[in-house]
């Protein structure tokens, strides 16, 4: 059976990317990562997530990329800001954390002999983050294929991002229908230990509007 290792936080895009992963008869292996995060409620909805699709293995891996600052999602100092409507890229964004996340995802990728790794990341409805634009993940893949014996070997592990060009309405509507119960997901950047959001920030934000758009009820608890 074909394996892959899924990138899984805990929220609404990364159990889309879970779920289409099984669909595709895919031997799954779940990895996330405690880095430091104030939303530490996604780390219990990844558990929860890979019981449910009762993956082969679900590693959590401690790193401290949040000690180094620079992020809201990482400092109690700075506030985390409400949704925004510019261009700008939000003080949300943790500098390299996905480049880290895909580094160590690879790693074990090839370990296990993996055939592919799969990141929810889109390129329309998001916050703006550099390292979630199609760019990005073809500079990685390329990158994936110099620096590894599978890529050197001509079997290189294949980055599948299924989300890419979807924006959250037509993700939810993809989990939907398969049978993906969002319930158990968690998106908030600021979410309480029992998993309720704020309703206020950006991530919040894209989740309403998401379900709005793909006319189905949104079943996350806000606080």
Same mark, same amino acid.
């Given at each position: 059976?074909?394996?892959?290792?899924?990138?899984?936080?805990?929220?609404?895009?990364?159990?889309?990317?879970?779920?289409?992963?099984?669909?595709?008869?895919?031997?799954?292996?779940?990895?996330?990562?405690?880095?430091?995060?104030?939303?530490?409620?996604?780390?219990?909805?990844?558990?929860?997530?890979?019981?449910?699709?009762? +993956?082969?293995?679900?590693? #959590?891996?401690? %790193? /401290? @990329?949040?000690?180094?600052?620079?992020?809201? $999602? *990482?400092?109690?100092?700075?506030?985390?800001?409400?949704?925004?409507?510019?261009?700008?890229?939000?003080?949300?964004? +943790?500098?390299?954390?996905? #480049?880290?996340? %895909? /580094? @160590?995802?690879?790693?074990?990728?090839?370990? $296990? *002999?993996?055939?592919?790794?799969?990141?929810?990341?889109?390129?329309?409805?998001?916050?703006?983050?550099?390292?979630?634009?199609?760019?990005?993940?073809?500079?990685?893949?390329?990158?994936?294929?110099?620096?590894?014996?599978?890529?050197?070997?001509?079997?290189?592990?294949?980055?599948?991002?299924?989300?890419?060009?979807?924006?959250?309405?037509?993700?939810?509507?993809?989990?939907?229908?398969?049978?993906?119960?969002?319930?158990?997901?968690?998106?908030?950047?600021?979410?309480?230990?029992?998993?309720?959001?704020?309703?206020?920030?950006?991530?919040?934000?894209?989740?309403?509007?998401?379900?709005?758009?793909?006319?189905?009820?949104?079943?996350?608890?806000?606080?």
């Amino acid at each position: 059976m074909k394996k892959a290792v899924i990138l899984l936080s805990g929220g609404l895009d990364s159990a889309t990317c879970l779920a289409q992963a099984v669909h595709e008869g895919y031997q799954c292996y779940a990895i996330s990562f405690d880095y430091g995060q104030r939303h530490r409620a996604e780390l219990d909805a990844a558990k929860r997530i890979a019981q449910h699709f009762q +993956v082969s293995s679900h590693k #959590t891996v401690a %790193l /401290s @990329i949040g000690e180094l600052g620079g992020s809201a $999602l *990482t400092d109690h100092k700075q506030t985390i800001p409400e949704a925004q409507s510019d261009d700008t890229i939000p003080s949300t964004y +943790v500098p390299a954390r996905n #480049t880290t996340f %895909l /580094s @160590i995802a690879l790693g074990w990728a090839e370990i $296990l *002999t993996a055939d592919a790794i799969f990141i929810g990341v889109s390129a329309v409805d998001y916050s703006g983050y550099p390292d979630c634009r199609p760019e990005y993940i073809q500079a990685f893949q390329t990158m994936a294929n110099l620096a590894t014996r599978t890529g050197i070997e001509g079997t290189p592990i294949k980055i599948v991002t299924p989300l890419i060009n979807l924006n959250k309405a037509q993700t939810i509507q993809l989990g939907h229908s398969l049978q993906l119960d969002y319930r158990h997901t968690v998106s908030c950047y600021q979410a309480t230990h029992a998993g309720h959001a704020c309703g206020l920030c950006d991530s919040c934000f894209l989740r309403k509007k998401g379900f709005e758009e793909a006319l189905l009820p949104d079943p996350t608890c806000y606080a």
